[in-house]
Nanobody, 114 residues
Framework: QVQLVESGGGLVQAGGSLRLSCAAS????????MGWYRQAPGKQRELVAA???????NYADSVKGRFTISRDNAKNTVFLQMHSLKPEDTAVYYC????????WGQGTQVTVSS
């Protein structure tokens, strides 16, 4: 069973920055996809940013130019650097990974005040 442990959420003012971390319990090279989703109250969970095994990265249009996904392979950790945060970025952010199954972290709250 894969474990994904997120950290780094919190409360920040609009225009501020946060960095989320997701530590995996095994090598992140083994995943076909790994990245971040978010879910705001009353809304569906949506993709924020993700790596694919082929090396490409995908971003939601709403975060392009503001968020950057990166990874530290030696530490089996994926990061989400978030800049120029907006109140509409407020959500629970989930780390996600997929190989033959889908794995989710417990989520970390990000709140952006106006």
């Amino acid at each position: 069973q894969v474990q994904l442990v997120e950290s780094g959420g919190g409360l920040v003012q609009a225009g501020g920055s946060l960095r989320l971390s997701c530590a995996a319990s095994r090598s992140i090279f083994e995943f076909n996809v790994m990245g971040w989703y978010r879910q705001a109250p009353g809304k569906q969970r949506e993709l924020v940013a993700a790596f694919t095994r082929g090396g490409s990265t995908n971003y939601a249009d709403s975060v392009k130019g503001r968020f950057t996904i990166s990874r530290d392979n030696a530490k089996n950790t994926v990061f989400l650097q978030m800049h120029s945060l907006k109140p509409e970025d407020t959500a629970v952010y989930y780390c996600y990974a997929r190989d033959y199954g889908d794995y989710w972290g417990q989520g970390t709250q990000v709140t952006v005040s106006s």
